[in-house]
């Protein structure tokens, strides 16, 4: 079985917000089938379907209350099932989170659990007692707010919670729970699933003796600082050393299932790049992992390539899974908009670098069509990130709000009902229909790269060199075989004009490359162009920004 993940592409689906099949402005499993040829259309290898198990949905599915039933508001485990069967059908891979450092409240384990402290899973979740002063055990905070820990009466004790209240973490230094969630990923490797997006990868093991965590002196304080969770290094709350071994006991489960894949995120602000070679190195843990590098507001040459660089001089052996947008931050375009001359050239610039970037790719819906962050109210919002935070921190569902499929008004043939989130008119422009058919779209533009990177085995599979090249371009080499690829990217709205010493005569760019002219050695990008170049890997070339 070749290795299809390492410089695949997978496509993330946020169920909820992809095709409503029933009204109900919600989306589906039946939505996500009736979608599937959209999907087969950009070329892609696999998809990551966001959480669809059970859930009281506190946290948009995050918190699991049964981990092998589908949630009625999405469909069936015939509907899975159906799924499965015509992704396959279509040539693609189908991925699924799997959410197992905690659960929800709602959960049986955790309502056994927290009845007492001598039933069959006392321990399966983390329980402490309280300080004299009844205060929790020590300062670990949570990502949304707060202690970490939350009293329990019955028990007379805290339990960890990394996330909401009704997120109750597991506890991993048990094996029956090690055992538990190994066998409900072999439920779903079982019924067809090609393998795993594993939500919060470094947050599984915690601290045995719960020390504090030290204060993150980096930090600045006041008026609109960050939240008080990255006040800290999170040394002893999450990134444990054990983690590896569990690790090494999911990547042997999907070992017996052939092109059974992994992806792991890595939420550490201080050591994402050496955790996601960590957990990837040796073929024995996890195939992938990302993190938040590419994900927050950095767009500079120098950004891109010293992440590349510290990832690979820390694993050489692991491999990344690079995206620029998911379900967890504002979409990148605008992101990172005033680095574009105009939201379109921004979008094709961005996924020519992420296809050629080594490692493998994510993309998340609606990147396709160019879609912008949703500016939302503040009664519109349902995650509860930001209804806490706002305005400081609006939350997630800026770049949940739904697919636009046809032409015209809201909700653009999402639903025949009122939409979970609304679809507003700037992402109501950007519909697929009106899209399809123009050979000049985003979308256009997203199947031809596509399809001519499949072409293109040095940028899924090459080594990468970078070129030491002044601000705002980056310069990379790709090398496999005997075969190199040039890669520049101009990063900014203005233009620059590169000289290209040692370029072989008669060399072109190749037609995917935007505001490119290559004249002799003379290389002109024009606001966000970019060019590839096919070398033979011997040239000696150098890249440099003319004066």
Known sequence: MTQWWRGGVIYQVYPRSFQDSNGDGVGDLPGVIARLDHIASLGVDCIWLSPITKSPQADMGYDVSDYCEIDPLFGSLQDFDTLIEQAHARGIKVIMDQVISHTSDQHAWFQESRFSRTNARADWYIWADPNPDGSPPNNWPAVFGGSAWEWNGTRGQYYLHNFLISQPDLNFHNPEVQDAVLGVMRFWLERGIDGFRLDTVNY????????????????????????????????????Q????????????????????????????????????????????????????????????????????????????????????????????????????????????????????????????????????????????????????????????????????????????????????????????????????????????????????????????????????VSEPVLAFRRTLDGQSMLCVFNLSPGAHQLTLAGLPAGAVVEPVSESAMLTGHSLQLGANGYAFVALDAQTKLSVAIST
Request: hydrophobic share 35%; glycine share 8%; with cysteine.
């Open 204 to 239: 599984y093991f915690h601290d045995k003796k719960l020390r504090s965590n030290p204060p993150d002196p980096k930090v600045i304080k006041g008026p609109h600082a960050l939240s008080p969770y990255e006040w800290q290094i999170h040394e002893f709350s999450k990134s």
């Open 241 to 468: 050393p054990e983690n590896l071994d569990f690790l090494r006991r999911v990547r042997a489960l999907l070992d017996e299932f052939p092109g059974a894949t992994s992806v792991g995120e890595v939420g550490d602000s201080h050591k994402s790049l050496q955790l996601m070679a960590q957990y990837t190195s040796g073929g024995d843990t996890l195939h992938m992992c990302y993190g938040f590098d590419f994900l927050g507001p950095q767009f500079t040459a120098a950004h891109f390539r010293t992440r590349i660089e510290k990832f690979f001089a820390a694993g050489p052996d692991g491999w990344p899974c690079w995206s620029f947008s998911n379900h967890d931050v504002p979409r990148h375009i605008s992101r990172w908009a005033e680095h574009g001359v105009s939201l379109t050239a921004l979008a094709r610039q961005t996924l020519a670098l992420v296809l050629s970037l080594r490692g493998s790719v994510c993309l998340y819906q609606g990147e396709e069509l160019g879609l912008p962050e949703t500016e939302l109210l503040f009664e519109e919002l349902t995650d509860p990130r930001g209804i806490r935070f706002w305005p400081e921190d609006k939350g997630r569902d800026g770049c949940r709000t739904p697919m636009p499929w046809d032409a015209g008004d809201a909700p653009n043939g999402f639903t025949t009902g009122k939409p979970w989130l609304p679809v507003k008119p700037p992402q109501s422009a950007l519909s697929v229909a009106s899209q399809t058919n123009d050979p000049t779209s985003t979308l256009a533009f997203y199947r031809q790269v596509l399809a001519w990177r499949k072409t293109q085995a040095v940028l899924a599979q090459g080594d990468i060199a970078f070129f030491d």
